[in-house]
């Protein structure tokens, strides 16, 4: 008998996921908890084994494709016929003669998943022409008037995994946060550089119990402030910019801060971070080392309400005690949710935190 294996709920309120790679292949004959697909979730991958033991009699959804939980992504055994409900998977391609057709307003042909997906891109689902079954929009639909007419020039890749991710995420925080951004000198003499970002974030949880309109988000009509410091700090990897989090970061001691960063970037680069490692931070920090240019601007954190960057520390001329000296100096900027956070209280935060790291 057949076995149709559905995308599960991982935990952790996961609505949707992304087929990064299948591990096995049509016609291959499998054990139970043999590696079976891997999924791409929050910035993570995680390796589904198979629940069931047989011949991969159908692969139904694609690598790259996104796909709610509850969707039939595999066949196994000999049956091999595709699930009833494999016509409503949301990449269903339209029947040869079906005509295309607008939905009247308000009556729009969508998934949830297409819903969030247009959203994030800005896209009037109402002035989109559906070429799915029905007059259905579909996910190229959406990406198309996302983007506009594609053109003919160029290498074109999809977005897909990470990128994806982060391009979505990026989008949201840009489109729902009215960002400033606050910069000052900071003279880091007193700071081991091979530890700067352990350090910053030690001063940086060690300062925002004083300003607690920065350690918290914006839930509709309310402001939560939050009673816990756990902070994200921004990783490069060959995939993408993730946001692992240090939990519990005013409890911890700089040793403690500097293994548990160096254990979350390690992890990070080699995409074995698990999901409850890049969720639920309070407060972000970043710092590109010597590719961080003069200063950056950072992007808010969404659903957080401010991130601190660290500019390139380098030795720059400084006046002390009226001479001219070298010093290694570098910025500190500080980006913020002008609808939570003011910004004369932004500065006096980022000068408390200056103060920490200089002392």
Not at 221 to 230: E, G, T
Not at 336 to 350: I, L, S, Y
Request: with cysteine.
């Amino acid at each position: 008998m057949a076995y149709e294996f559905k995308l599960p709920d991982l935990g952790e309120g996961l609505t949707e996921g992304e087929i990064a790679r299948w591990l096995v292949a049509e016609g291959q004959e499998i054990a139970e908890d043999d590696p079976l697909v891997e999924v791409q979730t929050d910035k993570t991958t995680v390796e589904i084994p198979s629940p069931a033991g047989g011949k991969v009699a159908r692969i139904l959804v694609a690598e790259g494709d996104v796909v709610p939980v509850g969707t039939v992504l595999v066949v196994i055994g000999e049956d091999g016929a595709a699930p009833a409900a494999e016509e409503e998977q949301p990449r269903a391609e339209p029947a040869p003669t079906a005509e295309p057709r607008r939905e009247p307003p308000g009556r729009v042909r969508a998934t949830p998943l297409i819903r969030r997906m247009a959203q994030a891109l800005g896209v009037d689902l109402e002035s989109v022409e559906g070429s799915g079954p029905e007059g259905r929009i579909t996910e190229d639909d959406v990406r198309r008037a996302g983007a506009g007419e594609a053109s003919d020039e160029g290498r074109r890749e999809p977005l897909r995994g990470v990128r994806r991710l982060v391009a979505e995420h990026m989008a949201r925080a840009h489109r729902e946060v009215p960002p400033v951004t606050w910069v000052e000198e900071c003279d880091f003499s007193n700071v081991e550089l091979k530890r700067l970002v352990p350090t910053a974030l030690k001063a940086v949880a060690e300062t925002l119990p004083e300003f607690p309109e920065l350690n918290a988000r914006l839930e509709r009509d309310a402001i939560v402030y939050l009673d816990r410091y756990d902070l994200g700090v921004a990783v490069q990897t060959d995939q993408g910019l993730v946001v692992p989090v240090v939990r519990a970061c005013e409890a911890k001691s700089l040793d403690e801060l500097e293994q548990e960063v160096a254990r979350l970037a390690d992890a990070a680069r080699e995409g074995t971070l698990k999901p409850e490692e890049l969720r639920d931070s309070t407060f972000t920090v970043t710092s590109a080392g010597k590719l961080g240019g003069l200063l950056t601007t950072p992007i808010v954190n969404h659903p957080e309400v401010a991130i601190l960057s660290i500019g390139r520390v380098a030795e720059r001329p400084v006046v002390r005690e009226g001479k001219v000296v070298a010093r290694p100096v570098g910025t500190i900027a500080i980006t913020f949710d002008h609808r939570v956070v003011d910004g004369a209280r932004a500065a006096e935060f980022g000068l408390a935190v200056i103060d920490r790291l200089q002392s």
